[in-house]
């Protein structure tokens, strides 16, 4: 068996970040940590007004991320964080080398639906075009997977499963 990865659940509000990261660390038998949980409080009250954050506000969040995310370094670990831009890709490896990740993909319909049902989440629908616009898509020389969100979790989450093991070192 190969070293455990850290797999970044990664995509756009609304793909099923917080649903599919619980189950696929499950699934791999590692550790899961929220990647909202990261967000110092100024962020969250910035989207929670409706507000986009910009980069300024982004590094300190995926900072922390990474510090996670380099901890859990051979040991392996799911952490959710939208990751849209190569730079924030590129920043979580700099601090966690090794690290894969899982673009959640899905039809902009279908995610805003999904967001307009979830409850207590401070992200709101309106803020899904600023996140569409910011999205660049894993790169062929990125460590990563696209993963359809349509189905049920459990679907998405063996889908997860199956493209991680067409990687060149698996998480698992």
């Known amino acids: 068996m190969s070293t455990p990865h850290v797999v ?26 929220e990647g909202d949980d990261f967000h ?14 910009d980069d300024e506000d982004r590094w300190p969040w995926l900072d922390a991320i990474g510090t996670w995310a380099h901890g859990r370094a051979g040991l392996g670990g799911v952490v959710s964080s939208s ?11 700099a601090a966690a080398p090794g690290v894969v990740f899982v673009h959640l993909t899905g039809d902009r319909a279908l995610i805003e639906n999904r967001m307009s049902h979830r409850k207590g989440h401070f992200m709101p629908t309106a803020l899904l ?11 062929p020389d990125e460590a990563g997977v696209e993963v359809d969100v349509s189905g ?16 060149p070192h698996p998480a698992r």
């Open 8 to 33: 970044v659940v990664m995509g756009v509000a609304g793909t099923g970040k917080t649903t599919i990261g619980p189950l696929l660390a499950a699934r791999l038998g590692v550790p899961y940590a």
């Open 129 to 139: 075009d600023s996140q569409f616009a910011t999205l660049q898509p894993l790169q």
């Open 83 to 93: 990751a849209l831009k190569r730079s924030y890709r590129d920043r979580l490896r």
């Open 40 to 53: 110092p409080p100024a962020n969250i009250e910035k989207m929670s007004a409706g507000v986009p954050l």
């Open 152 to 167: 049920s979790p459990e679907e998405i989450t063996a889908r997860a499963m199956n493209a991680l093991e067409t990687l």
